[in-house]
């Protein structure tokens, strides 16, 4: 009899590091994790910022030992071996790398598998790490908690597919709340006797019982999984969606309708050449729509949005102390990118206070966007400079933050564009400007030049020298400069002031000079 594991607490190590007038980060030493799945094997490395975990590795094996399981209700054999073989190249890998703590999970093929419990004692022997293997409902709890490292005061319903299960767990205001587990697979469903007909009956009659077990949910619904993230892929390309990033991509209810009659009347085989899906992958999208026309006509939520955050990082936030949980991921990662990376560690908090009196009662929103824009405004400066605008774009809307909607991504990426280049013309932000609405681009604009002009008032970490002063009515805009300021006030900071003034178009702006401070 396999083992179950139910409230699996695993090991969460971090450190605490002051930066200047900053507070403090939480930095994640080296974390492992081996998740053996249906379908695939995957170790991830943890690493960086805590709150905002960094991938020093990631890479998975599409094994899929639950291939067959439904008839045979054993493991697949060729896929038991190719998934015993990557696991012991993980752990080699995992020593190599000084990796702190290696955690190994197993989800639904091995806990229903009759050999599930040999299989373990096999990998135990081989490599002399336990295999913790975790219940459905433990399953569908770590991966909320997954998202909600991804999303700070995420709620909803959260839907993680794998290969032999599907497990649904609501959460809000930080708590998961009711859990819930399936046999809808993809990879079981496709064995599933009655041809099409009876597996649409089934899917039909599971998710009646799991709308009664989980009640109302029509908020937004997050998707969690391979499959989904598949479907995304596939919407994308429908779309002609210009940033391929998977989290946080929403999807329409109405597109999910579209992209489904896509796939009908697509090739997959062509779809898999142009979204770079794999072939074993692209064989269980017809199905996973299956699974998802249904799951979004019986629970009606508000939207979709994609996660990238699963049952792994589900065990990272578990064990994370409630004061590191209450932390805002993105001005984790901006804190932890600019003590790492930049020239003047610290220097973006004076530059926030710089900037921030340019936006007339900015929400939280904004000023939490401007506060990031401010901590990584040098974090790219050793790019060529022909090219650093546009390196810092690229970080900004690609790299791993979160907490961001993809239009905050492309807000922060063309402020700090316009931070290293006064006319970003002929960039890339040109394809994808359509993604935010026009005042935002002004504001971006206002931001990065802001910064442009800050950034050459500041040498080192010091008291702040000059203060801008904007009256929005009057269109009045000032610079403030102490003795200080003056002496590092010159004709390109002149230049600059000017540029940020157009941006502002300001009727009137002017100089003043107190030689006290």
């Not at 038991?80 to 696991?87: E, M, P, S």
Request: some cysteine; proline content about 4%; charged content about 25%.
């Amino acid at each position: 009899m396999v083992k179950i594991l139910q409230d699996f607490e695993p090991f969460f190590g971090y450190s605490k590091s002051n930066i200047p007038e900053t507070g403090a980060f939480h930095y994640l030493r080296k974390l492992g994790v081996i998740d053996i799945g249906s379908n695939s094997v995957r170790m991830v490395v943890f690493d960086g910022a805590a709150r905002s975990p960094a991938y020093f590795f990631n890479e998975k094996i599409l094994c899929g030992l639950g291939s067959g399981l439904a008839h045979s209700g054993k493991l697949h054999p060729e896929g038991r071996l190719r998934a015993i073989a990557a696991i012991e190249r993980f752990v080699n890998m995992a020593q190599v790398m000084k990796v702190l703590q290696l955690t190994l999970i197993a989800t639904a093929a091995v806990r229903s598998a009759s050999d599930g419990l040999l299989f373990c004692n096999e990998i135990k022997r081989k490599t002399g790490k336990e295999v913790n293997i975790i219940d459905g409902l433990e399953e569908a709890r770590l991966s909320a908690q997954g998202v909600m490292l991804g999303w700070p005061g995420a709620y909803g319903l959260v839907c993680d597919l794998g290969g032999s299960s599907m497990e649904l767990a609501e959460i809000n205001k930080g708590i998961v709340g009711k859990c819930s587990t399936s046999d809808l697979g993809p990879l079981i469903l496709k064995e599933l006797k009655g041809g099409k007909k009876n597996r649409k009956q089934h899917i039909k009659a599971t998710m009646a019982k799991l709308t009664a077990e989980m009640g109302p949910q029509h908020n937004r619904l997050f998707l969690v999984g391979g499959s989904w993230r598949a479907f995304a892929k596939i919407d994308m390309l429908r779309r002609g969606y210009p940033l391929h990033v998977m989290h946080e991509y929403r999807i329409t209810l109405s597109s999910v309708k579209k992209t489904i009659k896509f796939i009908e009347a697509s090739e997959l085989k062509e779809i898999r050449k142009k979204c770079g899906i794999t072939a074993a992958r692209i064989e269980l999208v017809p199905i996973a729509c299956e699974i998802l026309s249904r799951l979004v006509g019986s629970f009606k939520p508000k939207d979709i949005a994609i996660s990238a955050y699963g049952i792994r990082e589900g065990l990272l936030y578990q064990n994370m102390p409630q004061e590191l949980r209450d932390r805002d991921p993105l001005i984790e990662a901006c804190y932890f990118s600019e003590a790492k990376d930049a020239r003047v560690p610290g220097s973006g908090n004076h530059l926030y206070k710089f900037v921030l009196p340019l936006f007339s009662r900015p929400s939280e929103e904004l000023k939490r966007l401007v506060h990031a824009a401010c901590l990584l405004h040098d974090v790219s400066w050793r790019a060529h400079p022909d090219y650093r605008a546009e390196v810092c774009f690229d970080n900004a809307t690609r790299s791993n933050l979160g907490g961001l909607k993809h239009s905050e991504r492309i807000f922060l990426g063309i402020s700090l564009m316009y931070r290293y280049r006064n006319i970003p013309t002929g960039s890339q932000f040109e394809k994808l400007v359509w993604l935010l609405k026009p005042r935002f681009i002004q504001q971006a604009e206002v931001l990065g030049k802001a910064m442009r002009l800050g950034a050459m008032l500041w040498v080192n970490d010091s008291k702040q020298p000059a203060h801008l002063d904007w009256k929005p009515r009057s269109k009045h805009l000032t610079l403030k400069l102490n003795s200080v300021g003056k002496s590092l006030f010159g004709e390109v900071a002149e230049a600059r002031y000017l540029s940020l003034a157009r941006a502002l178009q300001a009727k009137d702006f002017k100089i003043k000079i107190d030689m006290k401070n």
